[in-house]
């Protein structure tokens, strides 16, 4: 991956009476980077890129893209930006190739960067709908379309998905999957959706409070926490009245009531082979078996005592 910054931004602060949206945080873009910035409704992350697109003025801090200030060169940068909001309207009315005609007239863009756009976002079938008849996954790929108009090659996505169907969200993956691929773009999503996060984009930077917690892979952020996989089982038969709650490095956690095993294991590859051992040792056959990878609800959980689905007050 290209190290080269697209955007350096340093000591930001944004506050609202007497709220702390943005509270301190420094954030960098690198060239064909897809970050992530992950975090319950509140979190600020809506803040965060508002003052990078040049829509909000931090309180303190200094933004930079391509190493020229959003401040001092705003519209001249605003070329280099998609943007795509929390909620996008449209005129019901008018048709999707009239919409992003429409928008296209803003960039001076020719009609065959429209029909290319069109074809980008898979709205070809409804190139004559009115969009009010479009579906929720359909107007976000509407939505989408238009903020590629100018051939960004920084793409600012701010909840895309939000309420989408599991289909019409991959869709929207897919797309963006594809502009990396093929043109090398790079992206800024904010979403509360730890999959969206994960599947999309190489580093996750999970906020809370107007401030960043941790950022990384989701590897790295798990390791970092040392954070246990889980293993759930249930047993066939009565268990033994020696059976051993600690073996090696394992400890198990039984209830010999329903026969159900839990163990903690930071190392699965050398524990659950001992797990398997311990159970044929004693002679119990496996009904159930799940292996739990933890995710990053578990790590914004064990940083906040809240889940990523809770607002932030």
């Not at 980077?33 to 508002?50: C, D, I, M, R, S």
């Not at 309207?89 to 009609?111: C, D, G, M, N, W």
């Not at 909840?159 to 502009?179: C, F, H, M, Q, V």
């Not at 995710?295 to 914004?300: A, V």
Request: one cysteine or more; proline letters at 4%; a negative charge.
């Amino acid at each position: 991956m290209d190290t080269e910054l697209l955007i350096s931004a340093r000591g930001l602060y944004k506050s609202f009476k007497k709220v702390k949206a943005v509270d301190g945080v420094d954030f960098t873009l690198a060239a064909g980077e897809y970050v992530a910035l992950l975090g319950p409704n509140g979190a600020g992350k809506t803040t965060l890129v508002e003052m990078i697109e040049g829509i909000r003025t931090p309180d303190r801090g200094e933004i930079l893209v391509r190493g020229l200030s959003i401040k001092d060169e705003r519209s001249s940068l605003y070329g280099r930006l998609g943007i795509s909001f929390q909620e996008t309207r449209f005129l019901e009315k008018i048709t999707v190739l009239e919409t992003i005609r429409l928008f296209a007239s803003f960039y001076r863009q020719p009609e065959k960067r429209i029909e290319e756009v069109i074809q980008i976002v898979g709205l070809e079938e409804k190139r004559s709908a009115y969009t009010k008849n479009l579906s929720g996954g359909q107007r976000q790929r509407l939505a989408l379309g238009i903020a590629l108009l100018n051939d960004p090659e920084i793409l600012i996505l701010d909840e895309p998905t939000t309420g989408l169907d599991p289909a019409a969200r991959r869709e929207i993956w897919d797309i963006l999957l594809k502009l990396r691929a093929e043109r090398g773009t790079s992206l800024i999503l904010t979403t509360h959706y730890m999959e969206e996060a994960t599947h999309l984009c190489d580093r996750i930077i999970i906020m809370d409070r107007g401030r960043f917690l941790a950022q990384g892979s989701l590897s790295n952020l798990l390791s970092k926490m040392n954070m246990p996989d889980i293993a759930h089982f249930v047993v066939a038969g009565p268990l033994p009245g020696d059976i051993p709650q600690r073996s090696g490095g394992l400890v198990i956690e039984w209830n010999r009531l329903t026969g159900k095993g839990r163990c903690e294991m930071h190392n699965v590859s050398e524990e659950l082979p001992a797990l398997f051992a311990l159970l044929e040792k004693n002679g119990l056959r496996l009904k159930d078996f799940e292996h739990v990878r933890p995710t990053l609800d578990d790590l914004f959980l064990e940083m906040t005592g809240r889940r990523l689905t809770e607002e932030t007050e």
